[in-house]
């Protein structure tokens, strides 16, 4: 027992700091900066806050030796190392892009939330038992339902709030009746001993009920179709940072959660085959997103909503990394995560800047943007051609080496062969909507009641200009994240 | 030799550098964009003047890029390459020359120009798929901005429909290399390691992957009838970026269709070889039909440039080592003429008289207001017609030849279209510039058009004597292109055909 609770507590020594950092944040506010103007609590709630994410970062990389820990509850692996990681480097960019959001009140509430829903994250990322699983995907979606409706002053963030958080309750109670019923089964909470007590052929009915209640619960969690309904409202609707999160480290962790869940724990359901029972429900729910979303993107005229199912989108895509970790390894699917994390970070941080500026929502009111603010309209240039998949960002290679471990799969005689086609014929779509972005902001000219110049905060401008140089660094080498995993 | 791949990376640094002198002052940002198209052009030809003609890819640099997929960054050069790189330093030098007049937004101008300049030379020198492709992709999103910018008519629609085809087209070659990557084993995107590859692929999957390979590269080469992006394109795009899309830019396609696409499914192209034979010569003759019915001297231009392209691609369907080589020469040639053709219409006549209505300019007795123009224009549209002396005959000449002995029939009718374009080039000069010939008494009332600038000249006289010195003396070209031919990665698709 004390073995494993060293074990336990070094396993959780980054969570640990993102809570002490968040009570830390709390006990601050409230005692030392309690009569400080906004601005300054505001800097020391997010000083504070990047302090723990430091410190989280530092502790969850050197973690000891790699393999299952606390007794089997958690997967202490490459993914989980670097999806850790990923989450806190995606986490500490949205906090530094929460310093210029004034619009808020309460700062150190805001804070402490990123930082719990964080510290949700970052256990779903090496959670390798379904009790555990399911309590940190609940830690991480109450703080940012309650981020979604952060924004009081405008009824668009409340009915952002509350819509995640009806979708997402119903959603849990999906998950949890799967989860129910997959230890019904098997006996088991552990992925592994599920993995074991499944590893017979065929595809029991009431299996197959558990498989699509968990599909459906992770398709809403990482807004793929036909569960994305809520996506688009609440990136409207919640404060830019706070959207940020959701979609960026939010997906993150749920994929790599998604991952460990479906190849190692459910990857023996096997239907003949020889194939994963989930894959065909996972390769419909692929192509639906990738549908749905790069073709209601192009009817979008606001850029939050744009990006929402431009999300949607992504996460076909990143359904077919799923469908492919079990051949490839979980890196190509991870390397898509990351970047397309990033990307998103910054495209919403540049959103929020103009939110601040009080420029938006719609796509047109980009005009100018490049005489207005050339170093934003540079940096969205950068995230946004990342997202369409343009070389020599990052974005590209992820879809490069999705795609391509899709179709090794078994080439075009697979469902993840033919996505893989599909995927990339859908990418030429997908450049006129990205394109009609940078349009706006880099070609069109200004009218004349926007001559007014935008200014950027310096936290921005620097975590904004990060962002965009790291996506240009990963693309052009790549083997920086893929050797985290080889 | 060494010094080319250094091409890539002085265009990329000169297009960062562009942005930083236009922020201060337009005319450094000139300055910064001449001087890095200068300088590359000077590293291709000092190569050029080292270059050893052999038989396959003389590697300049391979150092493993991403291990995961097996990814070697991997440049090399054989004569093939290193004469659509002096090409493309020719015409970036001249696009910059014949884009001195910007004054919107220079730097950002020059540095996407530049931009784009830096992707072509990466796909000229790439021995690696992977690494050609991200270099394609690259030389893509300039245009879009280019057009969209700093274009004329029509150019935002222009624009996207130029960048979406060019981008339809290079998501069927992503495709298409996927696939044989994936059923190749997955380990290597070096284009040699793929051929091998290929050999062992069911016939279907060649028919499959090249189909798929050659028709998104021969989307941006212009083929018909996928064509239509060029005219719009060109016509919307601003003198520079037209002289660099026709000019090198639709090469970047042909290049593509011989380099990978031709080599690596020899099955397949044996299978399409008619279809493509076919849809070059209906280019040829279609475009140049159309071109003679325009009403717009820049579609003129245009069309005319898919004509001209659709040699090229009937050059690499004859396939045999006379017709490629004439192929090769005709992308060199058409780089340099259809530079020059756009650069009069575009920059010469357009900036001057804002209008390209052959209605209007009928009126204007441009041969007596615009000497230079009309002189530069009555050579580059003789030697776009082919006549000897000038780049274009032997370029022609040879792939006619060479189609004679795969298709006899082909080439009759391809001669047809030389026929067509001797037509819409005599009617365009005629009407354009000597369209009031009878009428000299008009000529005092018409004020006097600026003068042509010496950066226009100096653009016109380099692209003139590049195609003269190419006419007189096609063997500095052929020279080099011809052994590259004798590759073994060739000899699989080339029959001999008297080279």
Redesign the interface.
């Known amino acids: 027992m004390t073995a494993g609770g060293t074990t336990l507590a070094s396993a959780l020594a980054g969570e640990a700091a993102l809570v002490a950092g968040a009570l830390a944040v709390l006990a601050f506010d409230l005692t030392g900066a309690r009569n400080w103007a906004a601005g300054a609590r505001w800097r020391a709630a997010t000083t504070l806050g990047g302090v723990a994410v430091l410190v989280a970062l530092t502790l969850v990389w050197r973690v000891g030796a790699a393999g299952p820990a606390a007794g089997g509850s958690f997967m202490l692996d490459a993914l989980g190392t670097a999806s850790r990681a990923g989450i806190l480097v995606l986490a500490g960019l949205t906090l530094a892009l929460t310093n210029g959001a004034r619009r808020l009140r309460h700062p150190a509430e805001f804070v402490a939330l990123v930082l719990l829903a964080t510290t949700g994250l970052l256990v779903m990322a090496v959670a390798q038992q379904l009790l555990l699983a399911f309590l940190a995907l609940e830690l991480a979606s109450l703080s940012l339902y309650v981020l979604a409706g952060f924004d009081r002053t405008r009824p668009e963030s409340a009915e952002a709030g509350l819509k995640y958080f009806l979708l997402g309750g119903l959603s849990a109670a999906f998950l949890l009746f799967g989860f129910s019923l997959l230890y019904g089964l098997t006996g088991s909470i552990e992925f592994t001993a599920i993995a074991a007590g499944l590893a017979q052929p065929g595809l029991s009915p009431l299996l197959a009920v558990a498989l699509v209640m968990i599909l459906a619960a992770f398709g809403f969690k990482v807004a793929a179709a036909p569960f994305h309904l809520w996506a688009p409202d609440v990136y409207e609707g919640a404060p830019p940072v706070a959207a940020a999160l959701v979609a960026s480290a939010s997906k993150l962790a749920g994929f790599t959660l998604l991952v460990r869940l479906l190849w190692p724990g459910l990857g023996a359901v096997a239907a003949g085959s020889g194939l994963p029972g989930w894959l065909p429900v996972v390769a419909l729910i692929s192509a639906a997103s990738l549908l749905l979303g790069n073709f209601g993107a192009l009817a979008q005229s606001n850029l939050r909503r744009l990006l929402a199912y431009s999300a949607i989108a992504h996460a076909g895509a990143l359904l077919l990394g799923v469908m492919a970790a079990g051949a490839a390894g979980p ?1 190509p699917l991870f390397y898509y995560a990351a970047t397309y994390g990033l990307a998103t970070v910054g495209a919403f941080g540049v959103v929020s800047v103009l939110d601040q500026a009080g420029v938006g929502p719609g796509i047109t009111d980009l005009a100018g943007l ?1 005489r207005r603010s ?1 170093l934003l309209a540079g940096c969205l240039f950068v995230f946004v ?1 990342s997202l369409a998949g ?3 960002l990052a974005g ?2 992820g879809k ?2 999705v ?2 471990a899709a ?2 799969l078994g ?2 005689h697979s469902p993840a ?1 033919v996505l ?2 599909a995927a ?2 859908l ?2 779509v997908a ?2 909507y990205y ?1 009609g972005v ?2 706006a902001a ?2 069109t000219a200004t009218t004349p009641d926007q001559e007014t110049c935008i200014t950027v905060p310096v936290s921005a401008a620097v975590t904004l200009v990060a962002a965009a140089l790291l996506l240009i660094l990963l693309g052009l080498l ?2 920086a994240l ?2 985290l ?2 | 030799m060494n010094a080319l791949p250094c091409t890539i990376y002085v265009s990329f640094a000169g297009a960062l550098l562009a942005l930083l002198a236009g922020s201060r002052s337009a005319t450094l940002a000139r300055v910064v964009a001449l001087a890095t198209a200068v300088t590359a052009l000077v590293m291709t030809l000092v190569a050029a003047v080292h270059f050893v003609p052999a038989a396959g890819l003389q590697t300049l640099v391979d150092r493993p890029w991403v291990d995961s997929l097996g990814v070697r960054y991997h440049l090399a050069v054989d004569g093939i390459s290193l004469t659509l790189l002096v090409l493309t330093g020719i015409a970036a030098t001249a696009g910059v020359l014949f884009s001195w007049n910007i004054g919107e937004r220079t730097g950002e101008f020059f540095a996407l120009f530049l931009a784009l300049i830096g992707g072509v030379y990466g796909v000229f020198l790439s021995a690696d798929a992977f690494v050609f492709f991200v270099f394609y992709e690259i030389a893509i999103v300039p245009k879009y901005f280019l057009v969209a910018r700093w274009g004329s008519t029509n150019r935002e629609y222009g624009a996207m429909k130029l960048v979406l085809y060019s981008f339809a087209g290079s998501a069927l070659v992503l495709a298409g290399l996927l696939w044989a990557y994936a059923a190749g084993g997955g380990k290597s995107f070096a284009v040699s390691d793929l051929a091998a590859a290929a050999l062992h692929f069911s016939r279907l999957q060649q028919l499959g992957m090249f189909g798929l390979i050659f028709l998104g590269f021969a989307v941006l080469a212009g083929m018909f009838p996928f064509h239509t992006w060029a005219p719009t394109g060109h016509v919307a795009a601003p003198t520079a970026a037209s002289m660099l899309l026709a000019g090198v830019v639709m090469k970047l396609g042909a290049y593509g269709c011989l380099r990978v696409a031709l080599p690596l499914f020899p099955v397949g192209f044996a299978y399409w070889q008619p279809v493509i034979g076919w849809l070059a010569v209906a280019g040829i003759v279609y475009a140049g039909v159309i071109a003679l019915v325009q009403d717009d001297f820049k579609f003129v231009i245009g069309y005319s440039s898919v004509s001209h392209m659709g040699f090229v691609l009937l050059g690499l369907a004859a396939a045999n080592v006379r017709a490629v080589s004439g192929a090769v020469l005709q992308m060199f040639s058409h780089g340099i003429i259809a530079g020059l053709l756009f650069a009069v219409v575009g920059r010469m006549v357009y900036e001057r008289t804002h209008t390209r209505k052959l209605a209007d300019l009928r009126k204007m007795a441009l041969y007596r207001r615009l000497p230079f123009a009309a002189g530069v224009f009555v050579v580059a549209g003789l030697a776009s017609m082919g006549l000897p002396g000038f780049s274009g005959f032997p370029a022609e000449f040879a792939i006619l030849i060479g189609t004679w002995k795969t298709s006899p029939l082909w080439a009759a009718i391809a001669a047809l279209g030389v026929l067509v374009a001797a037509a819409f080039t005599l009617r365009v000069i005629q009407v354009s510039f000597f369209g009031t010939v009878t009428a000299t008494t008009e000529g005092p009332e018409l004020p006097p058009l600026p003068p042509i600038t010496l950066a226009e000249r100096a653009g016109a006289l380099l692209l003139i004597a590049t195609t003269t010195l190419i006419g007189l003396k096609p063997d500095l070209l052929l020279d080099w292109i011809v052994p590259s031919l004798q590759s073994p990665m060739f000899q699989s698709v080339l029959k001999g055909g008297g080279s």
Do not use: D, E
């Open positions: 890196g490049h050339p051609l343009i070389p020599p590209f290679v490069f080496l795609f391509a179709l090794r080439g075009l062969g893989a086609f990339i014929f990418s030429a450049l006129y394109l940078l349009k880099l070609v790549p083997s893929l050797g995993f080889s």
